[in-house]
């Protein structure tokens, strides 16, 4: 059985673009976020899947982890295929994955800049009652912070989660190039080739503007130190 691949990251990062990636690939059952797998052009919904996004993972408690896991567990035995999936609300669960399988892990990561702005202008991600995107990520923030202060706690928490996690590969965003994804793929021992369309459809899409209230409320509010992690600059 091959080890699972699961593309962990804060969202809006580039996640299901890599997910793309791996979906062209031979032998290969990509999912982003749960339900969904794209073959031969067709949607295929996997109902015995449990979308472990809508369940809370308290305080790392690895019993309920492996309970709502169950399901995708024994899916990833029974399959012959390389699985892989990318989610945003994955991460707490690694864990309990481990405790079945040798799981492989990359932490995609987006520079601050363009993943707070990114969070802050996605309407979808938004929840009012509690003024904080992904909700469903069950991390709270003091009230009375601004949004933007919140956002970047939230990039700064999951990532540096995400990397205590001890990934196989951690890439940026930033450095997605059809070479990289060949030297990732070497490292996770695939050897098949991958429709690298994706790359370079994002490379041309370019990043849009930064505003100088996104410029300020990043400086502010990640720490250099978590900056300094994924080497990364202002």
Request: with cysteine; aromatic share 10%.
């Amino acid at each position: 059985m091959k080890s699972p691949i699961f593309i962990l990251g804060t969202g809006r990062c580039g996640t299901s673009t890599l997910q793309r990636i791996f979906d062209s690939i031979p032998n290969t059952l990509s999912l982003h976020e749960g339900d969904t797998v794209t073959e031969n052009e067709r949607i295929r919904k996997f109902d015995n899947l449990v979308d472990i996004q809508n369940v809370q993972v308290q305080n790392g408690n690895i019993k309920l982890a492996q309970i709502q896991i169950q399901p995708r567990v024994d899916f990833i035995k029974q399959s012959n295929l390389q699985f892989v999936e990318s989610s945003p609300f994955m991460w707490p669960y690694a864990p309990a994955f481990r405790a079945h399988f040798l799981v492989k892990i990359i932490h995609l990561v987006r520079h601050p800049l363009h993943c707070v702005r990114s969070l802050y202008n996605w309407p979808s991600l938004y929840n009012p009652e509690i003024d904080i995107p992904y909700s469903r990520a069950r991390i709270c923030f003091p009230q009375e912070w601004p949004r933007l202060k919140k956002i970047c706690a939230f990039w700064t928490y999951v990532n540096t989660r995400i990397n205590q996690l001890k990934p196989d590969v951690t890439l940026k965003l930033e450095d997605l190039t059809t070479d990289k994804i060949h030297e990732i793929l070497n490292k996770l021992n695939i050897n098949d080739e991958f429709d690298d369309s994706r790359i370079k459809k994002y490379n041309a899409s370019g990043n849009t503007k930064i505003t100088s209230e996104i410029e300020d409320a990043v400086e502010k509010w990640i720490p250099q130190d978590t900056l300094n992690l994924f080497n990364y600059s202002m």
